[in-house]
């Protein structure tokens, strides 16, 4: 059985930079597409990025294009979420996302992380 665990969020002001990460057990890493999704209270859960098997080909969502960056290392079992220039409106709960046959868009998702809260303060 595949386990996502993220790390801590937090909370930090507009304007500055966190960084989450995501790691997996239970399962071959490197099989694994992976991504982040968000999702504010009442509302459906949003993609943020995706990335492949491989660690090529970084995929965005437009609200975070140029300001986080999607990374993994595969020795490590673990995924990144480089999150710079953050706004108030990127509050949420970040989940990890896998799936063995999706792609970078993740259109499909097999496994789930627990999720973890990013607060931006204004």
């Known amino acids: 059985q595949v386990q996502l665990v993220e790390s801590a969020g937090g909370l930090v002001q507009a304007g500055g930079s966190l960084r989450i990460t995501c790691t997996a057990s239970?399962?071959?890493?490197?099989?694994?597409?992976m991504g982040w999704f968000r999702q504010l209270p009442d509302e459906e859960r949003e993609f943020v990025a995706g990335?492949?098997?491989?660690?090529?080909?970084?995929y965005y969502a437009d609200s975070v294009k140029g300001r986080f960056t999607i990374s993994r290392d595969n020795a490590k079992n673990t995924m990144y979420l480089q999150m710079n220039s953050l706004k108030p409106e990127d509050t949420a709960v970040y989940y990890c996302?896998?799936?063995?046959?999706?792609?970078?868009?993740?259109?499909?998702?097999?496994?789930w992380g627990q999720g973890t809260q990013v607060t931006v303060s204004s």
């Open positions: 996302a896998a799936d063995s046959q999706s792609g970078v868009a993740l259109t499909s998702i097999g496994y």
């Open positions: 239970g399962a071959v890493f490197s099989a694994l597409a």
């Open positions: 990335i492949s098997r491989s660690g090529d080909n970084p």
